[in-house]
């Protein structure tokens, strides 16, 4: 099993900056890839940053250019930093992580999908907000 907490969420004005970050816990060695999924209000889940075991990343192109995903494999951690934040960018966050053999670009379009959960774990979420 996997355990992951995500962290650094909160309220911010367009075009300001957050990090979130997530401790991972458990008994799983191998994990294949990580990412961030998020779902705002009324609106579909959607895969937006992930890294693979080898550092390889894959962004959504909402956030491509702007957020940028991190791991401390040491610590365990993944990171994603989020600069010139939108008021479209509010949304619950999630930190996702997957056992199964996935690529960047492939866990970045798993974690987009209701079926997620057949493939890997996700925390709790943490809240981020942006205002006008």
């Known amino acids: 099993q996997l355990e992951l907490v995500e962290s650094g969420g909160g309220s911010v004005q367009s075009g300001g900056s957050l990090r979130l970050a997530c401790e991972s816990s458990g008994t799983i060695d191998k994990i294949y890839s990580m990412g961030w999924f998020r779902q705002g209000p009324g609106k579909e889940r959607e895969g937006i940053a992930a890294v693979d075991r080898n550092g390889i990343t894959s962004y959504a192109k909402s956030v491509e250019g702007r957020f940028t995903i991190s791991q401390d494999k040491v610590k365990k951690s993944l990171y994603l930093q989020m600069n010139t934040l939108k008021p479209g960018d509010t949304a619950m966050y999630y930190c996702?992580?997957?056992?199964?053999?996935?690529?960047?670009?492939?866990?970045?379009?798993?974690?987009?999908?209701?079926?997620?959960?057949?493939?890997?774990?996700w925390g709790q979420g943490t809240q981020v907000t942006v205002a006008p």
């Open positions: 996702a992580a997957t056992a199964w053999s996935m690529n960047a670009d492939e866990a970045l379009v798993a974690m987009g999908r209701d079926n997620w959960n057949q493939f890997g774990f």
